[in-house]
């Protein structure tokens, strides 16, 4: 079947973001064919050029994951100049997306109220931690402070330990992917009624919208209930969580109608019918003797992936529990292109993770790239507002655009 065209070509994407969520929504966009021009205020660039592997001329690894596929149009916002520039540019922006604090792209002149003037069509979606309304809304703030705020943190890690952080951006990307569907939603909206809207993505809401089943019964029990962090072992399904085995741990996770086959395929079928093990609920009171009863089963095999197939023959939910580096090398994520390998001048080849959705008509581009600072100047100033190589000079002799040296690839630090 011939591949179809990107499913965003045509549109054109303001980005105003910076660090994780607001870059994760405009690179799904770039990668289904936006054209993505990303504003960068300065030589540095956006805050995450200087993390992971870098070069000097602004390329790190942490920057091209996040916002490769984009174009870099470097302007000092401080210049009038350069404020007449992008507004000049918003009749022909279909999109805006922005993560500053809350108000400071108004501050900077480019709120909705004035843009939506501008260009009535315009779909235009603020990233940020809390929110832009609310009494904290005024907070600075990350991915783990939306993830406390929203009650996630405190459910996190042992009982008698202090709270974690998981050591990835899951507030930040899945904030990011919900902007994404929600701009996608208000584009086919502006499609058909030629109006476009406001849209208020926080991580607190996206964290908030994760509590898949505590919510309604805090809200609904009467009496006093409290989620308790629970470890390694699930708080509402026995046996759910993490288990010792030989050379590292299985994850599993059994639902009431798979029980049975968990104990038959430990070779003891009357615990299905064992009063401290007969429904989930009680499973869940008698957690500890049955977590010790499997993993004094576990201990009975050679390894890790003895245990698995020994589950898998009666299709018990389980899983080993990887290392990164397990789930990198592995076959299946491969295949998928779930990771994925790229190259970059001076930083040479790598990989980082893949699309996460697969389509049957689209596939995401192979030969991915990453703008330098400033690199795109000309292309957009010209495309867009059709400036001449004198006016971009001029430009770039009053400060007004930024520009980059590129870097010999054997600077990588």
């Known amino acids: 079947m011939e591949q179809q065209a990107p499913m965003l070509k045509g549109y054109r994407v303001l980005d105003f973001t910076h660090f994780v969520a607001g870059p994760t929504c405009t690179r799904i966009l770039a990668e289904l064919g936006a054209d993505v021009i990303k504003i960068e205020r300065s030589l540095a660039g956006d805050h995450v050029r200087g993390l ?26 401080r210049k009038p100049q350069a404020k007449e520039i992008i507004l000049r540019m918003i009749p022909k922006i279909d999109v805006v997306v ?29 990233c940020s931690t809390t929110g832009q309304t609310g009494p904290l809304s005024k907070r600075p703030g990350y991915d783990f402070i939306g993830a406390s705020f929203a009650g996630v943190t405190g459910l996190l890690g042992e009982p008698d330990r202090p709270p974690i952080c998981p050591t990835l951006a ?11 569907m929600g701009i996608g ?29 505590a919510v309604p019964v805090i809200s609904i029990r009467k009496e006093k209930f409290t989620i308790q962090r629970n470890g390694s072992q699930h708080p509402y399904g026995s046996p759910s969580g993490v288990f010792k085995c030989p050379g590292g741990y299985i994850m599993l996770l059994v639902q009431e109608h ?5 104990a038959n395929a430990m070779g003891r079928p009357e615990l299905a019918a064992d009063p401290r093990f007969k429904t989930n609920s009680r499973r869940v009171k008698n957690n500890e003797a049955l977590k010790q009863i499997i993993e004094d089963w576990f201990a009975t095999f ?25 789930a990198m090398a592995h076959p299946h994520l491969r295949q998928r292109k779930t990771i994925r390998q790229v190259y970059d001048p001076a930083l040479g080849q790598f990989e ?62």
């Open 52 to 77: 992971g592997l870098r070069s000097p001329d602004g390329m790190s690894t942490y920057y091209f994951q996040h916002s490769h596929s984009k174009r870099s149009l470097a302007l000092d916002l």
């Open 98 to 126: 922005e993560n500053f604090a809350p108000g400071t792209i108004g501050e900077l002149g480019f709120g909705y109220e004035v843009l939506s003037k501008i260009n009535p069509r315009l779909v235009m979606c603020s």
């Open 170 to 180: 899951i507030g930040d990307v899945s904030t990011g992917v919900a902007a994404a």
């Open 185 to 213: 939603f208000a584009l086919l909206n502006a499609e058909r009624t030629g109006k476009g809207q406001y849209l208020d993505a926080s991580l607190l809401d996206t964290y908030f919208h994760m509590h898949e089943m």
């Open 258 to 262: 798979e029980f049975p086959r968990l």
């Open 302 to 326: 050679p390894d890790r992936d003895s245990v698995v197939a020994a589950l898998d023959k009666f299709r018990v939910p389980c899983a080993p529990v990887w290392s990164l580096e397990e």
């Open 352 to 413: 980082i993770p893949g699309f996460p959705v697969k389509f049957s008509d689209w596939a995401p581009p192979d030969d991915l790239k990453a703008s330098r600072v400033g690199q795109d100047n000309e292309a957009v100033l010209g495309e867009l507002l059709g400036l001449s190589t004198r006016e971009i000079e001029a430009l770039y002799a009053e400060g007004v655009l930024l520009k980059a040296q590129p870097a010999a690839p054997e600077v990588v630090s």
